[in-house]
């Protein structure tokens, strides 16, 4: 009697903040997973200490933009299936310096498509964000079908990837699906983020910078949701479509620090509102109507439950916070946001 072979998932980025949230919630499927990293400054694999020792496990240092490096993993490993969660993310830095995003995020996401098709997988999913649609007004949500419209040089860079990906698919028939998420939020985030930076300065009564007036509206969705939809997508989605995933969260950016401040007993005098960031977008909001229908995919969290149980990650993982905090993100955080710490 034939037993059908477990297949394998190279996992890129999995030492960041969502790929190891994703591969800790699939670890225990009937799965092999090759995690492969950069460990650029916000991959952590500490993320991942408490299953760095499974047997369907196993970790690799190293680029994504490296040819050589990718195509031996393909082969030595018979990998079946590529998520791509590597990428620069943040919107800030990308205005800093656009440069690595675009060669991470573009020339990277091609380097992986062509090593996959020589290769032959299965299925590669692109994890995209819904900032390449660019900003909303007061009303409606980002569909699929919403033209794409990037306002930062991270977003253009994203784009880029989604648009050579779905070309690779109508050229190639290369065997591609892309999943675009709200705004994540859950543990192991990397504190230049607006949730664990607010977390970590209130723990400390330190001064937390909000850009501008603070209204703009983010969809916010648990990381957990996230990681469940992305694996729906890359078992059961169909090839050549793209997939929105949204927590159906929305909540102005000063609503969400006041939310945190009350958790935490902290006062409201922390605040400090600094200088809005060059074309900063207003709102996002996704429609999950094609994933929940074709799918049967739901966000399970509520926004203040999951909140609060983030929070809380944070105050039992102190540690952990710690460590993150690092010279370099002290040097970015007071160029960023002019505040003396």
Known sequence: MSTERVKTILVT???????????????????????????????????????????????????????????????????????NFAAESHVDRSILDSSPFYSTNVLGTLNLMDCARENGIERYLQVSTDEVYGSLGKEGKFKETTP???????????????????????????????????????????????I???INNAISSKSIPV??????????????????????????GKVGEVYNIGGESEVTNI??????????????SLIQFVKDRPGHDMRYAIDITKISSELNWTP????KDGLE???????????????????DYKDYYKQQYSIDK
């Open 148 to 194: 794409v419209s990037p306002n930062s040089p991270y977003s253009a860079s994203k784009t880029a990837a989604d648009q050579a990906v779905l070309a690779y698919n109508h050229t190639f028939d290369f065997p591609a699906v892309i999943t675009r998420c709200s705004n994540n939020y859950g543990a192991f985030q990397f504190p230049e983020k607006l």
């Open 13 to 83: 980025g999995g030492a960041g903040f969502i790929g190891s949230n994703f591969i800790r919630q699939i670890i225990d499927e009937n799965v092999n997973i090759i995690n492969l990293d950069k460990l650029t400054y916000a991959g952590n694999l500490s993320n991942l200490k408490d299953i760095e020792n499974k047997s369907n496990y196993k970790f690799i240092q190293g680029d994504i933009c490296s040819q050589d490096l990718v195509s031996f993993i393909l082969k030595e490993y018979k990998i079946d299936y590529l998520i």
């Open 211 to 236: 850009y501008g007036t603070g209204e703009n509206i983010r969809d916010w969705i648990h990381v957990e949701d996230h990681c469940r939809g992305i694996y729906s997508v890359l078992m059961n």
């Open 300 to 303: 399970e969290y509520n926004f």
């Open 196 to 198: 664990p930076l607010v």
């Open 309 to 327: 149980k983030t929070i809380q990650w944070y105050l039992d993982n102190t540690d952990w916070l710690e460590n993150i905090i690092s010279g």
């Open 255 to 268: 609503e969400l620090v006041k939310m945190i401040l009350e958790f935490l007993g902290k006062p409201e």
